[in-house]
């Protein structure tokens, strides 16, 4: 189980080499200690007693792939997820984002959509459903597919009505949804102006010309090289003037596309392009 010598370092390389090669999924300039941990987990899951034991399976076997990369892309979400990210949104992007006739927003690596359907409450809340097209973008088909359900469990929404509340929610969360038994459906007029596709942001090109890009919880996962190639996709993604959201744990600040952006909410790394 232990991937601590030169060889297993060695085959831990071998198969991230081989899982790009097999399935296209790059994860070559993901941050290691993520991917041994998860990778560690889906061993004491299955069989297996070592990576090179799993090679098989991983090649010949796609939906034991599938597992893996669902493990490897850590998917946790949650709605109004850092609820001062939101009512920073709310109070100072939105009013800039009012100026605009019409607003594409990109949410990338969206995960369940959990995140996706929060900004979508605050669009409609503000005015700005009918003006607006929202992009969900993930890696990962399984979670997806959960967000274009809309389907989220119910004991989830305790919390996430905390959450709602905290980011300044204009009415009562419930409105948003319909309870289904263990578990609630999201209002369909939500859906109406989200697209969800798959798109990887280590292999795929750039989204033209957005006015907001929200990207949280997922750099932490990419390598210096990677982060900044991902940086440039989102540069060359947003319009002078757009918005760029990552959230608490992430900054452009150390990469080389910093100088391309200003501060406009600095404790929640909201940056705007400059022109
Ligand atoms: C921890 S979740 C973050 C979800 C949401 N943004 C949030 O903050 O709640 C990270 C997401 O990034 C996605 N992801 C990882 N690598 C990706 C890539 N190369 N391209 C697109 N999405 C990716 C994962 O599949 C996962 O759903």
Redesign the pocket.
Known sequence: MEIANENEKIEFELRLQAIYQKYGYDFRNYARASLKRRIRYRLSQSNFKTISEMQHKLLNDSKFFATLLSDL??????MF?DPSFFKALREIVIPELKKQPFIKVW?????SG??VYSTAILLKEEGLHNTSLIYA????DV?LNKAKSGIFAIDRMKDYTLNYRKAGGLASFADYYTALYDNVIMDNSLKKNIVFSN????TDGVFGEMDMI?????FI?FNRDLQDRVFRLFSESLRPGGFLCL?TKETIRSSSFSDDFENVADHERIYGKIA
Do not use: F, K, M
């Not at 798109?199 to 280590?202: C, K, T």
């Open positions: 892309t850590i998917n946790v979400t949650e997820r949410h990338a690596g969206c995960s959990e995140e973008t993930d890696t990962d979670v798109h990887n942001l280590v929200l990207c949280r919880n997922v996962y959230g």
